[in-house]
């Protein structure tokens, strides 16, 4: 009765295709977004001989959600179905039921025979000499099966039954959407560190585990996570590894606003082959004016006595002035400077989004010629909701010339100044920032107190 089952599904699924037409795509669009996800649109072409009549589309990855999948054309849309391929392995084994085998038992031993019962967890075995083997683990024994070849995997398939425009050829767009597709910045910017000028190169790099192949497709890259519904499908191929990775030099168009994200156009079709990243110039900028930082970031109950490194900031503001003036896409950087024998990496960074009038920070590593050491930080109680905190911050300057570290102070609760011996750059509710100028191979001692709480 099984395989009686499941040969009705199998003729009537032959039967389903026999009398559908296939959709051709004949141009296709894809959106990338910065959650692994991208939707493509496909411009199609079917001809139809009856109306209504039958359309399908074999859906080329796992990747794929399927209920994502929409047709429009100027005919009726009638009834829209998905159909999974049916499961090869269980029509495989019970297909195997007769099927000469001969089996290769982990002793050495062999015999030959028809299979009577095959499973996961054993098989029996009426052999040439008239008798019966029944095994009950699998594990050790081998089956080479006679004239019974495993079927090639088959894929998922939407079905459309349509009531066309006109009899024969018509034209529609196809949508869906598929997971395992994502994009971010990848900059490269070269310091001056004399002129305090940088250059930029911007470029979105795309990774494709989609299990797609899109060849010549007009692309789009929208900066911006947008909201999407989980899926109850699983997907097995979105957590693959990059196989290879190629850089292509073409400029991408002038971005524009979509909805509340930015969208970016590429002037030129693309190939995005399945396992592989690819970086794709966005722009440069050149002469872009930056200011480095040496902070060191003071919290409420710090380790006393030890000589931290502060950090390397560099920071630029991204407008026109400054020759950006344009939406900077999350992403990473890598930082170079020009030294006596070329070029040097200088540490890496992540920025996130960075709209035009907002203040690019990044994180280039510790500094080796300055350190920060806490030499007191005591803790006065008042009451339950009030307190006063005293730190004495030794900064040191190694370097042969002026420096300045930027001292930054963190409190959970609502703060006041009371005392200080030098004047905060900024003063905020629960921040504090001194900037503090130290001269070369010399220390400076920072002492300041505040009262925090209600």
């Known amino acids: 009765m099984k395989f009686l089952f499941y040969f009705f599904l199998v003729l009537l699924l032959f039967y389903n295709t026999l009398l559908s037409q296939e959709l051709v795509p004949t141009e296709t669009s894809v959106t990338i977004y910065q959650n692994n996800y991208a939707s493509i649109r496909q411009k199609v072409e079917f001809n139809l001989t009856t109306s209504p009549g039958f359309l399908n589309f074999v859906i080329p990855s796992s990747n794929v959600i399927p209920y994502s999948l929409s047709l429009t054309t100027r005919g009726e849309i009638l009834e829209q179905s998905f159909s999974q391929p049916l499961d090869q392995n269980t029509l495989w084994k019970d297909k195997a039921i007769g099927v000469n085998v001969t089996v290769f038992a982990p002793n050495g031993q062999s015999f030959k025979g028809k299979l009577v019962h095959f499973s996961d967890f054993g098989f029996i075995l009426n052999t040439n000499e008239q008798k019966t083997v029944y095994i009950k683990d699998l594990e050790g024994y081998t089956l080479v099966f006679e004239n019974h070849p495993y079927p090639e995997p088959e894929k998922s398939k939407l079905v459309w039954f349509v009531k066309p425009e006109k009899i024969g050829q018509n034209s529609g767009e196809l949508v869906y959407h598929t997971i395992g597709i994502n994009w971010s910045g990848k900059y490269f910017i070269y310091l001056?560190?004399?002129?305090?000028?940088?250059?930029?190169?911007?470029?979105?790099?795309?990774?494709?585990?989609?299990?797609?192949?899109?060849?010549?497709?007009?692309?789009?890259?929208?900066?911006?996570?947008?909201?999407?519904?989980?899926?109850?499908?699983?997907?097995?191929?979105?957590?693959?590894?990059?196989?290879?990775?190629?850089?292509?030099?073409?400029?991408?168009?002038?971005?524009?606003?979509?909805?509340?994200?930015?969208?970016?156009?590429?002037?030129?079709?693309?190939?995005?082959?399945?396992?592989?990243?690819?970086?794709?110039?966005?722009?440069?900028?050149?002469?872009?004016?930056?200011?480095?930082?040496?902070?060191?970031?003071?919290?409420?109950?710090?380790?006393?006595?030890?000589?931290?490194?502060?950090?390397?900031?560099?920071?630029?503001?991204?407008?026109?002035?400054?020759?950006?003036?344009?939406?900077?896409?999350?992403?990473?950087?890598?930082?170079?400077?020009?030294?006596?024998?070329?070029?040097?990496?200088?540490?890496?960074?992540?920025?996130?989004?960075?709209?035009?009038?907002?203040?690019?920070?990044?994180?280039?590593?510790?500094?080796?010629?300055?350190?920060?050491?806490?030499?007191?930080?005591?803790?006065?109680?008042?009451?339950?909701?009030?307190g006063e905190r005293r730190y004495t911050v030794v900064c040191y300057n190694f370097k042969n010339k002026e420096a300045s570290v930027v001292i930054e102070y963190f409190d959970t609760k609502p703060l006041s100044l009371v005392s200080t011996n030098f004047k905060p750059q900024a003063e905020e509710s629960s921040r504090l920032v001194f900037n503090i100028p130290i001269k070369p191979n010399s220390s400076v001692e920072l002492r300041f107190a505040v009262q925090a709480g209600e």
């Not at 950090?311 to 992403?331: A, D, W």
């Open 192 to 386: 001056d560190d004399e002129k305090e000028r940088l250059s930029l190169n911007a470029f979105a790099s795309i990774t494709n585990n989609s299990g797609i192949n899109f060849e010549n497709v007009n692309l789009k890259l929208v900066e911006g996570k947008l909201n999407v519904l989980s899926s109850p499908v699983q997907y097995v191929n979105a957590g693959l590894e990059m196989m290879t990775a190629r850089t292509v030099n073409f400029k991408f168009e002038q971005e524009e606003q979509l909805f509340d994200f930015f969208e970016y156009t590429f002037p030129s079709k693309v190939n995005l082959k399945n396992s592989e990243t690819k970086l794709l110039n966005i722009f440069k900028a050149l002469d872009v004016p930056y200011k480095k930082t040496y902070k060191y970031v003071l919290g409420i109950y710090p380790v006393l006595n030890k000589k931290d490194k502060p950090l390397i900031e560099i920071s630029f503001t991204n407008k026109k002035e400054n020759n950006l003036g344009r939406l900077l896409p999350k992403g990473i950087v890598d930082l170079y400077t020009q030294s006596k024998t070329g070029l040097e990496f200088v540490g890496s960074s992540e920025i996130q989004s960075i709209p035009i009038g907002d203040v690019a920070v990044l994180n280039a590593g510790n500094v080796s010629d300055l350190a920060v050491e806490v030499k007191k930080a005591e803790h006065i109680q008042y009451s339950t909701t009030l």
